[in-house]
């Protein structure tokens, strides 16, 4: 049973570019959540979705990134012309249910904006 | 400020010697979480100690809970290098849903 799994590890993006983050939960958990976490800091609350909804996205900046997660496939968080500030590693968990237990992080995807 | 600080923000000891980190929050939660991270990777959760329980051991960790003054604690017993990453406290607040919010971590440097 594959923990959360994120990819890419790493990804370099020149500013004005897309990012596309990815991540497939665990199997059975239909709740996933994304973090980010900049340097010498801890993580911060991004969004929080269910298949095809979402929950709660009061982390998420108003502009330029977006997330999904869609009835197939693996959740999307997608960073739109990226800046230098959105350099830091992104983090997602699953759960099984909501109510905060059991969460399962994955190894983050690192994004480096030049 | 942000819920969820610990102290100190770096600790460094010997091994066989005992860890202690402290976590402090503003809200009313539903429970407590302590994590681990090793340079570079993710997040490991380590325990969980909900706002009705006031300690809670699991192998070489105990944690505690003291809901009344809003902290917690983690203590790691004769600790070794392996122990050597960052330890984050994150919380589930009462009316937050499901989201963690994190505090800034210690830095645990254990010396072999």
């Known amino acids: 049973n594959a923990g959360v799994m994120q990819n890419p590890r790493h990804l370099v993006r020149r500013r004005g570019q897309e990012a596309r983050l990815r991540c497939s939960p665990m199997k059975g958990h239909s709740h996933v959540y994304w973090y980010r976490q900049l340097p010498e800091e801890g993580l911060k609350f991004m969004v929080y979705l269910q298949k095809e909804n979402i929950i709660d996205e009061s982390g998420m900046p108003k502009e330029r990134f977006s997330a999904e997660f869609p009835k197939e496939g693996p959740s999307i968080l997608r960073i739109q012309q990226v800046v230098r500030g959105d350099s830091a590693a992104y983090f997602c968990?699953?759960?099984?249910?909501?109510?905060?237990?059991?969460?399962?992080f994955g190894s983050g995807t690192r994004l480096t904006v030049v | 400020s942000q819920q969820g600080e610990e102290d100190p923000q770096a600790l460094s000891i010997q091994e066989g010697e005992n860890a202690t980190m402290n976590c402090s929050y503003k809200t009313s939660i539903n429970n407590l979480q302590w994590y681990r991270q090793n340079s570079g990777r993710g997040l490991v959760h380590l325990i969980l100690?909900?706002?009705?329980?006031r300690e809670k051991h699991s192998g070489r960790l105990r944690v505690t809970l003291d809901t009344s003054k809003k902290s917690s604690s983690l203590l790691i017993t004769a600790s070794r290098a392996a122990d050597t990453a960052s330890y984050f406290c994150?919380?589930?607040?009462?009316?937050?849903?499901?989201?963690?919010?994190f505090g800034e971590g210690t830095q645990l440097t254990v010396n072999p």
């Open positions: 994150a919380t589930v607040g009462e009316t937050s849903g499901s989201r963690l919010t």
């Open positions: 100690i909900r706002s009705n329980e």
């Open positions: 968990a699953s759960s099984p249910v909501r109510g905060g237990d059991g969460y399962t």
